[in-house]
């Protein structure tokens, strides 16, 4: 049984079509398009016509792939772009008519709780505690719990890579005074933010991938400060090009960066770069329901 997850983010759309195999979920096609939705909100608050039509136009291109594989069922998700924006109504009515497929606004808990679904089923070995971050462009999450009970604990910042740029990084390369005010303002967000320590730590997202192109695997302290010094000597299109990145989101890594260092620091432990996150959750929830109705 094969399903597809269409993914509405503030920096990208994407495709996931994926089928369960002994256990594992097996991705068969993957496609993304960079569309830059937050950039709209956190400018003016909202999405415009033609952000929403390209969207929809996206959407639907990938829906059509999803059903041409055999995709018994398609679901479409939106995350920060949804919540943020004060027209997200429209972008949501706009996809559900291109797409003739449901539409599911997930709030910042949902967002977090499918994204720790998503990398712990992905990983080989996990100790009894786990802690998930995820970082996008609109907001990031943080969530701890355990295999056998799920999270336990969530908790949701609205800042993300896209905002915090916007707002902060505005050079490119950004400068060491921009860095600074970048970290206070997630350390801002940050204030109240007491989980329970994990034993391990996974990360999920764009920005996670983008450093484990230049840094590896495994992110603590040393890897983000490594980062963040070719990061403030590269423009992003040297970035880009020296790493394999889309521009965009070498433009946007900086502050990706910076949020990502803020809450390993609050974790006590490092972060290992998952395969895996929102999309793969939402496709093994999806492929749940569907086993759930055919029962």
């Known amino acids: 049984m094969k399903v597809g997850i269409v993914d509405v983010g503030s920096n990208t759309v994407r495709l996931l079509v994926a089928r369960r195999h002994r256990g594992r979920l097996v991705a068969l096609r993957e496609e993304r398009e960079h569309l830059f939705l937050g950039e709209d909100v956190e400018r003016e608050g909202w999405l415009s016509t033609a952000r929403i039509e390209e969207a929809a136009r996206c959407a639907e291109r990938y829906t059509r792939t999803a059903r041409s594989l055999g995709a018994r069922a398609v679901e479409v998700i939106v995350t920060a772009p949804g919540r943020q924006s004060a027209n997200g109504d429209d972008l949501v009515r706009r996809l559900a008519a291109a797409t003739a497929a449901p539409v599911q606004v997930l709030t910042a808990d949902e967002e977090g709780r ?112 490594a ?16 790493f394999g990145l889309h521009e965009q989101r070498a433009r946007t890594l900086a502050a990706g960066t910076v949020i990502l260092a803020c809450l390993q620091a609050r974790l006590g432990v490092p972060l290992e770069v998952s395969r895996a996150g929102l999309r793969e959750g939402a496709a093994l929830a999806l492929l749940d329901e569907l086993a759930a109705t055919a029962a």
């Open 227 to 242: 980062a963040l010094r070719i990061l403030g000597k590269r423009s992003s299109a040297k970035v880009a090009k020296t």
């Open 114 to 225: 499918l994204a720790f679904a998503g990398a712990t089923a992905a990983a080989e070995s996990l100790p009894a505690t786990i802690a998930v971050c995820d970082v996008g462009g609109g907001s990031a999450e943080a969530v701890v719990g355990t295999l056998e009970g799920g999270p336990a604990w969530s908790r949701s910042l609205d800042i993300g890579a896209v905002r915090l740029t916007q707002r902060f990084l505005v050079d490119d390369p950004p400068d060491k005074r921009s860095l600074v005010a970048s970290t206070i303002e997630v350390e801002r967000h940050l204030k109240g933010f007491a989980p329970p320590l994990p034993q391990a730590a996974l990360a999920t997202g764009g920005t996670a991938r983008a450093l484990r192109k230049i840094v590896g695997w495994e992110l603590e302290a040393g890897e983000f400060e």
